[in-house]
């Protein structure tokens, strides 16, 4: 696997690229605002982020966990987060959170070159189109991305947190050495995280 790391970056600075990923996505956007909302901000805080802001930073961090606080059951304290990439050749190596929509989407392998070989033959997961994943396959190459966001206890051994749909949309592209930037956190303890 050719993961790179390239340099050190922190909580705030994931949480954010998590938000900012999610808010882009029709999936996840209003569950973003409804919760930008009720914390009595603007949606500003999320488009903006002052990372030099402790206050907003642990707002966004609230925000997160109030409509992704599942995802986060036993996830370790002590991640060291870091800026990198890796190509899309190694996607391959790359797991699926254990989620019961990427376990079935890639008959329970977590592989997402499973879920992109299905979407290729047509194949649909309970009857959902799969538009959404060729249309950031053609937006990825005009707009900028956030990174996808990994977690593991070494580079060997990488989950997927945040991004799955960038990353099947990239195997959709079928280039096989086109850098994806990334967020990488590890830990020696993600293994107590109830989605690793």
Known sequence: ??????????????????LLAEIAST??????????????????????????????NAIRKRILLDYRGYYFNGFPQDVSWNYGQLLTKDIEKLKTINFDYWLNFSDNTRSLTTVAKKIKQGIQYKNEPNDIFFQIALAQDKLAIEPVILVGESLR???????????????LQEKQNQAIPAIIGLSNKISNWALY
Not at 33 to 41: K, L, M, P, T
Not at 157 to 171: C, D, I, P, Q, Y
């Open 1 to 18: 696997m050719t993961v790179e790391i390239k340099s050190a970056t922190s909580e705030a600075v994931m949480i954010s690229s998590f």
């Open 27 to 56: 999936r996840f956007r209003q569950s973003v605002i409804n919760s930008i909302v009720e914390s009595g901000w603007s949606r500003e805080l999320v488009d903006k982020p002052n990372l030099g802001n402790p206050e907003e």
């Open 157 to 171: 051994k990488l989950v997927v947190l945040e991004g799955h749909f960038r990353l099947v949309a990239s195997l």
